[in-house]
């Protein structure tokens, strides 16, 4: 999956087979059965294109981070202890980004009618 994300188009498999070849030693077959296998599972959509497919994902890798998230919480007995111990295993950059996504999901700041009142509507 993650070389089908990291293009976020399209792909066949020798595209995939000669990515990962400039790492390891592996076969067409191989990656052919694993493209495959995640086009059974639904993590993968494809459409033919002469005698091969070209292989597409069907959500982002962080929709895909954010699903594993969510079933992952929803299986504790205790969620909120559960947050408890994920946040206390997160780095700093982790909890600035946590933040950051928390006040996207808030919005902006609603205006506080009171203070159009006390400060005479300035």
């Known amino acids: 999956m993650t070389r089908v994300w990291k293009w ?3 792909v066949t498999v020798r595209e995939v087979l000669e990515d990962l070849q400039q790492e390891r030693s592996i076969a067409y077959t191989t990656v052919m059965t694993v493209l495959d296998n995640l086009h059974q599972k639904g993590w993968v ?5 002469g005698r091969a ?4 994902a069907v959500s ?3 929709a895909y981070a954010a699903a594993l998230m969510n079933d992952a919480w929803s299986q504790s007995d205790n ?3 559960a947050l408890v111990a994920f ?3 997160m780095s700093e950059e982790q909890r600035l980004a946590l933040r950051d996504a928390v006040r996207m999901v808030q919005g902006p700041p609603a205006e506080n009618p009171d203070s159009a009142t006390r400060d005479g509507g300035r």
Do not use: K, V
């Open 53 to 56: 497919y070209r292989y597409e």
């Open 8 to 10: 976020n188009r399209p």
């Open 45 to 49: 959509r494809r459409e033919a294109e």
């Open 60 to 62: 982002t890798r962080a």
């Open 87 to 89: 946040f206390g295993m």
């Open 79 to 81: 969620p909120a202890a």
